[in-house]
C-alpha cells in the first residue's frame, strides 16, 4: 500500500465481500513490492500483526518469516495459539523464542512502572534484531500498522512503536499491507483470512502484556497467580455472553498481600482485582454492571483453583480518576 493517507474514495470493508477484494488486491500488491525478496515479520498474536501475517503468508507463503517473541507475560495459551495457527494452520516459517528468562531476569526487582516497560521494551528490540541478524538475505520488514497508528503519530499524540520506532540497525524496506484500515476493518479481513474469532475479535492488549497487570517488582509465582486468575474472569465473562459486550476485562494481582483464613489456620496471602471496562477508543472509560452471580461465580473458582489467593475484589473506577490498566 503507497502512501500513509487514506483516500476518500476508499470504502469502509465491513462485509467479507469487500474484505475478499481487499485480500486480492493486497495479495498483488505485496507480491509486486517483495518480488521474490524476503520479508521478517514480528508476530505478536496481537490482531494486527496476526492479520498482516496472513496476509503476508497468503502473497508470499515461505518468503515470509515470522518471529514470536515470548517475553513470559503472555496471558495463559496463547504462545501456543501462535505456534498452532501460524506454525501449523498458515504453514509460515515460524521462530518461536523462548525469552522468557531473558525478560524476568531483567525485570527482577524493577518496581518503577515507566522503568518496566522501558526494559520490556528494549530487550523485545534487542531479541527481535538478534533473530534479524542470524537470518540471510531479509529486506523487507512487515508490520501490522494501522490507520489510528498513523493518525496518532502525525497528531503527536503518541509516537506509535509502528511508525517511526524501529532501530535504525535494521535497514528493511517496510511492507505494511493494513496501514490505511481501521481496527473493525482490520478485523473484518482477519475473519475472511480465516483467523480463529478469539484471535480477531480479541480484547486490547497491552505491548508490557501482564507485566503491568503483576503491579511493583514481579515475581514468577505472582506472575504464574495472574495468568491463572486471568484466564478464568476472561473464560466466565465469555461463557456468560458478555464477551462481546464489555471492551476489556482481565485481573489484577498487585502487590499487596492480606490476612485470611483456611483450614482454621491464620493465611498471608495475595488478592485478585477483576477489572472490567468499557470504552470507545481508551482515552475514557466507565464500568459495566457485572451480575453478582457471575462475580461470585469468578470468585469461586479463583479460590478454588488458584493457589495462594484469599481475597478477590472488584475496581469499580471509572476513567478518569483511574487509567484502566493499574501501570
Ligand atoms: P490506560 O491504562 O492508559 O490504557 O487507561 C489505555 C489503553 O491502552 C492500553 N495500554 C497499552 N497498550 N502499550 C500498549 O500497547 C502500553 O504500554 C499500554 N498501556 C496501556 C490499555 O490496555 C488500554 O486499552
Redesign the pocket.
Known amino acids: 500500500m503507497s502512501g500513509n493517507v487514506r483516500p476518500d474514495s476508499m470504502k469502509r470493508i465491513n462485509t467479507k465481500e469487500l474484505a475478499q477484494a481487499f485480500i486480492d488486491e493486497q495479495i498483488a500488491e505485496i507480491r509486486a513490492q517483495v518480488g521474490s525478496g524476503k520479508v521478517l515479520l514480528a508476530l505478536s498474536g496481537g490482531v494486527d500483526s496476526s492479520v498482516c501475517a496472513a496476509l503476508l503468508s497468503k502473497a508470499i507463503g515461505k518468503q515470509l518469516t515470522c518471529v514470536h517473541v515470548n517475553h513470559g507475560l503472555l496471558r495463559k495459551g496463547e504462545p501456543e495459539q501462535v505456534c498452532e495457527v501460524f506454525g501449523k494452520q498458515f504453514d509460515v516459517n515460524l521462530i518461536y523464542v523462548d525469552a522468557v528468562d531473558r525478560f524476568l531476569d531483567k525485570l527482577a526487582g524493577v518496581s518503577d512502572p515507566e522503568t518496566k516497560?522501558k526494559i520490556i521494551g528494549k530487550e523485545f528490540i534487542d531479541v527481535f534484531a538478534e533473530e534479524a541478524a542470524k537470518l540471510d538475505g531479509i529486506s523487507f520488514l512487515g508490520q501490522g500498522t494501522i490507520y489510528p497508528d498513523i493518525l496518532e503519530s502525525a497528531d503527536g499524540i503518541k509516537a506509535h512503536h509502528n511508525v517511526g520506532g524501529l532501530p535504525k540497525e535494521l535497514q528493511f524496506e517496510l511492507v505494511e499491507p493494513v496501514k490505511l484500515l481501521f481496527k473493525d476493518e482490520v478485523r473484518c479481513v482477519g475473519a475472511a483470512l480465516g483467523l480463529p474469532d478469539n484471535m480477531v475479535y480479541r480484547q486490547?492488549?497491552?505491548?508490557?502484556g501482564l507485566g503491568?497487570r503483576c503491579t511493583g517488582a514481579i515475581t514468577r509465582d505472582r506472575l504464574e497467580t495472574l495468568r491463572e486468575a486471568d484466564a478464568i474472569v476472561r473464560g466466565e465473562i465469555d461463557a456468560a455472553g458478555l464477551g462481546d459486550k464489555i471492551w476489556?476485562y482481565f485481573c489484577i494481582v498487585p502487590d499487596l498481600r492480606s490476612t485470611g483464613i483456611k483450614d482454621g489456620k491464620r493465611t498471608d496471602d495475595r488478592m485478585v482485582v477483576i477489572r472490567a471496562v468499557n470504552s470507545i477508543d481508551?482515552t475514557s472509560?466507565t464500568v459495566p454492571e457485572l451480575p453478582y452471580e457471575l462475580l461470585f461465580k469468578i470468585r469461586d473458582r479463583i479460590f478454588k483453583e488458584v493457589p495462594g489467593v484469599n481475597r478477590v475484589l472488584y475496581d469499580i473506577s471509572t476513567?478518569p480518576l483511574a487509567?484502566?490498566?493499574w501501570e
Open positions: 516497560r486490547p492488549f497491552p505491548g508490557p503491568v476489556q481508551a472509560a476513567k487509567t484502566i490498566e
